[in-house]
């Protein structure tokens, strides 16, 4: 290979190795001072090789994480780690008498999109909402894909009177959300439910701590925000 404009300077090669494997090579012109330096040089291609095996490393990492916890359709979490976050954020507001609340999202009338335009449609409509979930939660929040076409939010430390906020603000953007389709933009509705973890002084004195607890607290508040969401189904409300 080519190194130097002088084929008398000509060049060397140090490896970038990690362990038995050969991650890349640093190609170095010949000059004077060079095998003094040689020392130094390969305790950087050492660091180097190290520093792009982790990087290689967490990027497998992140793919597989990616794969174990994310809808692909929607780019949303899956019920499963959904689920998993929202026992831990009862679990948390249980120690801490911490506000929790969620949003049950049921897209309207999602059949006979599927139906009149095909299923690439649809699944470009779920994405739609997906997306649209989640650029108006914060960080801290977790939107999952609850069921086919229902998709469930999780927001730690938010009062009911927050989550009501953020349930109109999302309604309210999502009245110009469309996809596209043969004859023009398809039109996306969805309905949304709200529901709260009672103030401890309020609530049952149950123990949180307790699988089979935990499960039926989750299950009411899920309920709870189910009914709200199918007493004003398709009319753009929220249950008060």
């Known amino acids: 290979m080519y190194c130097s404009s002088s084929a008398r300077v000509g060049c060397d090669v140090i490896p970038l190795r990690f362990?038995?494997?050969?991650?890349?090579?640093?190609?170095?012109?010949r000059r004077p001072g060079f095998e003094r330096d040689r020392d130094l040089l390969e305790i950087f291609a050492?660091?180097?090789?190290?520093?792009?095996?982790?990087?290689?490393?967490?990027?497998?990492?992140?793919?597989?994480?990616?794969?174990?916890?994310?809808?692909?359709?929607?780019?949303?979490?899956?019920?499963?780690?959904?689920?998993?976050?929202?026992q831990q954020h009862l679990k948390r507001a249980h120690r801490n008498s911490l506000?929790?609340?969620?949003?049950?999202?049921?897209?309207?009338?999602?059949?006979?999109?599927?139906?009149?335009?095909?299923?690439?449609?649809?699944?470009?409509?779920?994405?739609a909402v997906?997306?649209?979930l989640q650029s108006n939660v914060r960080e801290t929040d977790c939107v999952g894909r609850y069921g086919g076409d229902e998709f469930i939010v999780v927001l730690p430390d938010t009062p009911a009177e927050g989550a009501q906020v953020l349930a109109r603000r999302i309604m309210?953007?999502?009245?110009?959300?469309?996809?596209?389709?043969?004859?023009?933009?398809v039109d996306i509705r969805f309905s949304i439910g709200v529901s709260t973890l009672p103030?401890?002084?309020?609530?049952?004195?149950?123990?949180?701590?307790?699988?089979?607890?935990?499960?039926?607290?989750?299950?009411?508040l899920i309920a709870s925000a189910d009914a709200?969401?199918?007493?004003?189904?398709?009319?753009?409300?929220?249950?008060e």
């Open 199 to 220: 103030r401890f002084e309020d609530a049952p004195q149950f123990q949180l701590l307790r699988p089979e607890v935990l499960d039926r607290v989750a299950s009411d």
């Open 46 to 86: 050492s660091q180097a090789a190290a520093a792009i095996q982790s990087a290689l490393l967490l990027g497998e990492n992140e793919l597989l994480y990616d794969l174990a916890t994310k809808d692909t359709t929607t780019g949303v979490y899956l019920r499963g780690y959904a689920m998993q976050q929202f």
């Open 130 to 132: 997906g997306d649209l």
């Open 172 to 185: 309210e953007r999502s009245k110009t959300l469309s996809v596209p389709g043969d004859s023009g933009p």
């Open 19 to 29: 362990g038995d494997h050969v991650l890349g090579t640093i190609f170095i012109d």
């Open 99 to 127: 506000p929790l609340s969620i949003l049950m999202v049921d897209l309207d009338k999602f059949k006979p999109v599927n139906d009149t335009h095909g299923h690439i449609l649809g699944d470009a409509a779920l994405k």
């Open 228 to 239: 709200g969401l199918y007493a004003k189904k398709g009319t753009g409300k929220l249950a």
